[in-house]
């Protein structure tokens, strides 16, 4: 998968959090969408409240099997690591 971390929907509730993947991110969705019903699933999921900022924010691609790329500001690419450690929801 490729994407534009740039145009993900996320606001950071505690500041210097760091980026959506790479801290504790209750509530949110990713859903793998075949490209011909994005705009019908991008509509339904918009009806609802919480789906207001729902978008595309990457696609899978051949080039990467089994990774995610994020694209960066110069147009290359470098891979998303998993989170090292467990990550816990944070008690508030």
Same mark, same amino acid.
């Given at each position: 998968?490729e $994407?534009? /971390?740039g %145009?993900? /929907?996320?606001?950071y509730?505690?500041p210097? $959090?760091g =980026? /959506?993947v790479?801290v504790?991110n209750?509530?949110k969705? !990713?859903?793998? !969408? =075949?490209?011909e019903h994005?705009?019908?699933?991008?509509?339904a999921?918009?009806?609802?409240p *919480? @789906?207001?900022?729902?978008?595309? %924010?990457g696609?899978?691609?051949?080039?990467h /099997?089994?990774?995610?790329?994020?694209?960066t500001?110069?147009?290359g690419?470098r891979v %998303?690591d *998993?989170p #090292? @450690?467990?990550?816990?929801p944070r #008690?508030?």
């Amino acid at each position: 998968m490729e $994407s534009e /971390p740039g %145009i993900w /929907p996320a606001r950071y509730a505690v500041p210097g $959090s760091g =980026p /959506p993947v790479r801290v504790a991110n209750e509530g949110k969705l !990713v859903a793998f !969408v =075949p490209r011909e019903h994005v705009d019908a699933v991008l509509d339904a999921m918009r009806v609802h409240p *919480l @789906g207001t900022e729902a978008r595309v %924010i990457g696609e899978v691609v051949a080039d990467h /099997p089994g990774m995610v790329v994020a694209r960066t500001g110069l147009g290359g690419t470098r891979v %998303i690591d *998993l989170p #090292i @450690g467990e990550q816990l929801p944070r #008690i508030c």
